[in-house]
Antibody, heavy 123, light 108 residues
Framework: QITLKESGPTLVKPTQTLTLTCTFS??????????VGWIRQSPGKALEWLAL???????RYSPSLKNRLNITKDTSKNQVVLTMTNMDPVDTATYYC???????????????WGRGTLVTVSS | SYELTQPPSVSVSPGQTARITCSGD??????AYWYQQKSGQAPVLVIY???KRPSGIPERFSGSTSGTMATLTISGAQVEDEGDYYC???????????FGGGTKLTVL
């Protein structure tokens, strides 16, 4: 059974760096064609994809946020860490991590999600 | 930037068929995925690779595509199907992973 859980601060100040950890079980990030992605959702808004890391350490970022994001994995700990720099109140959102698979078009999708963690950006 | 367009809302009576559309220029070349999100919960994958249904998803959920449009159909919608539905896909170059704006389904 695959499970994922997000952890990190619930409140950050503007200009600070946010660090979120996704701890998962039921799969290994050393397994071929498996990845973990991060998606966020501002209150009352749509889902927004942020970043993805695959089993071979290939990293992909949202073009609009790539300058602020960094995603890494620790296969031995079954964890994926996302950092986002220069946080702003508009970054207030629920942040989800999700197990990711690759389809025949070499596109990644998210089949199982964590419950999410709400991060508020405020001074 | 690449966009997927969904209607903001769809409303049906219980037992009717609900159809939610998603349009995007790359959909003829890329798969569409559909997620259901109930209030206060994480999204759940209900359709993958245009037409496939994950285990545990009721048979009343189905997906189809035609040209630049993907459609999620809920045959015999039930009150418990209420929630927000998001389509998801990628652009033709696999650089952007995009969710649609979401469709609020009301069954009453």
């Amino acid at each position: 059974q695959i499970t994922l859980k997000e952890s990190g601060p619930t409140l950050v100040k503007p200009t600070q760096t946010l660090t979120l950890t996704c701890t998962f079980s039921g799969f290994s990030l050393s397994t071929s064609v498996v990845g973990v992605g991060w998606i966020r959702q501002s209150p009352g808004k749509a889902l927004e994809w942020l970043a993805l890391i695959s089993w071979n350490d290939n990293k992909r970022y949202s073009p609009s946020l790539k300058n602020r994001l960094n995603i890494t994995k620790d296969t031995s700990k079954n964890q994926v860490v996302l950092t986002m720099t220069n946080m702003d109140p508009v970054d207030t959102a629920t942040y989800y991590c999700a197990h990711s698979l690759r389809d025949a078009y070499v596109s990644w999708y998210f089949d199982l999600w964590g419950r999410g963690t709400l991060v508020t950006v405020s001074s | 930037s690449y966009e997927l367009t969904q209607p903001p809302s769809v409303s049906v009576s219980p037992g009717q068929t609900a159809r939610i559309t998603c349009s995007g220029d790359a959909l003829p070349m890329k798969y569409a995925y559909w997620y259901q999100q109930k209030s206060g919960q994480a999204p759940v994958l209900v359709i993958y690779e245009d037409t496939k249904r994950p285990s545990g998803i009721p048979e009343r959920f189905s997906g189809s595509t035609s040209g630049t449009m993907a459609t999620l159909t809920i045959s015999g919608a039930q009150v418990e199907d209420e929630g927000d539905y998001y389509c998801y896909s990628t652009d033709s170059s696999n650089n952007q992973r995009v969710f649609g704006g979401g469709t609020k389904l009301t069954v009453l």
